[in-house]
């Protein structure tokens, strides 16, 4: 997506994170401003979520300017000149600092309004960043085709002209010309679905990027999250994959297939465990929305959070979140914390984050704790929670549904391509071939009796549909959820296409 005009010099990945974040930490500080007027302790608090990224960071740096001049006024002008988002956080913070100095109704009141203005921003980069995605895609169904479709051409065209059969030395070989144009076309598929796939996550909505999953320390921990986390699975299911490869070489197969099956050996198991570990997210965001709602009723009858969270893990069945919130109503019941200094109710929330894992757990549920201490009330506080984990949740969904629209696109044309190879394999082929045995025989005709052998070109033509589908695969599966995905479509097509091509006797 076209991130925020970035100061010269600078780095456009900074202005796309906190083009992500603000918005949401300019909510936060709405309900921190709502019981607070301290305006170092809520930049300290924003300043403390890690969910707000790069705005985490540049609020960090201004409190620590202002500690080295003695003047919060100071430090925020500071980041707000060596910023890189000129657009977005260096006017935030300058007209933050003007109506902090005013009262607590007109901070409160500019930070309301600034989050709506931002939330409208946000909706007008999807929507631009939707109409570019809908223009990629259709190139990419130009480009992919176009290849395959010049294969074709090329082989016909080999009968008419014979200058395409003559040899050319080059650093790797002697090939004929259009054997060059074949593995050109090759290399040309693959890179286009490579640079697509790129393209898609560039375009994808900073504020809804795809989750990153960090693989665990130590063999026995990788062992054990396997199974629902793809970095562990990328690990744990490589041996394997390497022995499945070397076995089909050792049983004769072509070099082709011992590459192609050993690369969908290796991404399907991992691109499952994607599958299966994004369901599980989904589901637990699910049941979140409704954790929330139930805490937030009890908190607005007066009873403490830790009551609240107490009753609803009691009364309440959240499905693969019941879990998380039974521990966390645990933690909330404790007296003391680990370390004395820590608050109870903000460790035992980072911990529920961190059981849960999702990345609309640490974007809603980290600011309750804050908001808390700072003053703000209660039920403004849950209402504003409420509001926000809605608001994303519904717009995952719809991004979902968008994005998956994009992976049939992917799909049909991989399905396209594999279609028009089997039936230029099944007529084309034999007809030519008998023409330039016809051409052999007899000198009337000016046709390259050799130009056309059926087992060599059928053989070209799977090479070229395998490239096209692996590079197919990778646009659908990072379009749908990532480049762990991107491993399970490529790897399910080329195993599809293997089955189509061995049934026709082709491979």
């Not at 930070?111 to 809908?134: D, F, K, V």
């Not at 757990?361 to 009330?377: C, D, F, K, M």
């Not at 330039?436 to 000198?443: D, I, K, R």
Request: hydrophobic content about 45%.
């Amino acid at each position: 997506m076209a991130g925020t005009p970035c100061r010269a010099g600078l780095s456009p990945a900074a202005c796309r994170e906190i083009e992500r974040t603000l918005p949401g930490a300019v909510r936060y500080l709405r309900v921190l401003a709502s019981g607070s007027n301290d305006q170092r302790e809520m930049l300290r608090r924003v300043a403390d979520q890690d969910a707000y990224g790069a705005t985490a960071d540049s609020f960090r740096t201004a409190l620590n300017k202002a500690a080295l001049t003695g003047s919060l006024n100071e430090g925020l002008s500071m980041v707000a000149r060596d910023t890189p988002s000129r657009d977005l956080l260096s006017p935030f913070l300058l007209k933050f600092r003007e109506h902090a100095a005013q009262s607590r109704d007109s901070l409160e009141g500019y930070l309301e309004m600034e989050g709506r203005l931002l939330a409208h921003q946000q909706e007008r980069a999807h929507q631009r960043a939707t109409g570019y995605m809908e223009l990629i895609a259709e190139l990419f169904v130009v480009l992919l085709v176009f290849p395959a479709l010049a294969v074709l051409i090329l082989t016909v065209a080999s009968v008419l002209s014979p200058e395409l059969s003559q040899d050319v030395v080059t650093p790797l070989g002697t090939f004929t010309r259009r054997e060059l144009l074949i593995y050109a076309s090759v290399v040309f598929v693959l890179v286009t679905g490579g640079s697509a796939a790129v393209i898609v996550t560039g375009l994808r909505p900073t504020d809804h990027a795809i989750p990153t999953y960090q693989r665990p320390s130590g063999a026995l921990a990788v062992l054990k999250t396997a199974t629902i986390n793809p970095a562990s699975a990328a690990v744990v299911v490589l041996p394997p994959a390497l022995v499945v490869t070397v076995g089909l070489f050792l049983l004769g197969y072509a070099p082709v297939n011992v590459v192609l099956l050993g690369y969908a050996a290796y991404g399907i198991p991992v691109g499952l465990v994607a599958v299966r570990r994004a369901s599980l997210d989904d589901a637990k965001d699910r049941e979140i929305q409704d954790f929330v709602h139930a805490v937030s009723g009890h908190v607005s009858l007066g009873q403490p959070f830790p009551a609240a969270v107490q009753r609803v893990s009691q009364e309440v069945d959240f499905g693969p979140l019941q879990p998380d919130v039974e521990a966390l109503a645990f933690n909330l019941s404790l007296t003391t914390a680990v370390d004395e200094t820590d608050d109870v109710r903000a460790v035992a929330l980072d911990r529920f984050v961190d059981r849960v894992g999702t990345p609309l757990a640490s974007q809603t549920v980290g600011l309750v704790v804050g908001a808390l201490e700072s003053g703000s009330n209660t039920e403004d506080v849950f209402e504003t929670l409420e509001t926000e984990i809605g608001k994303l949740y519904h717009e995952r969904k719809e991004l979902r549904s968008r994005l998956m629209v994009y992976a049939a696109v992917g799909w049909t044309t991989a399905l396209l391509v594999v279609g028009i190879v089997v039936a230029v394999n099944a007529t084309v082929l034999d007809g030519f071939s008998q023409l330039s045995g016809l051409a052999e025989s007899t000198n009337e005709m000016s046709f390259d009796p050799n130009a056309i052998d059926p087992s060599r070109d059928r053989q070209r033509f799977y090479l070229v549909t395998q490239a096209t589908v692996v590079a197919c695969g990778w646009f659908a599966g990072v379009a749908s959820r990532g480049k762990y995905e991107a491993l399970l479509h490529s790897g399910l097509l080329i195993v599809l296409t293997y089955v189509i091509f061995t049934g026709l006797g082709v491979v």
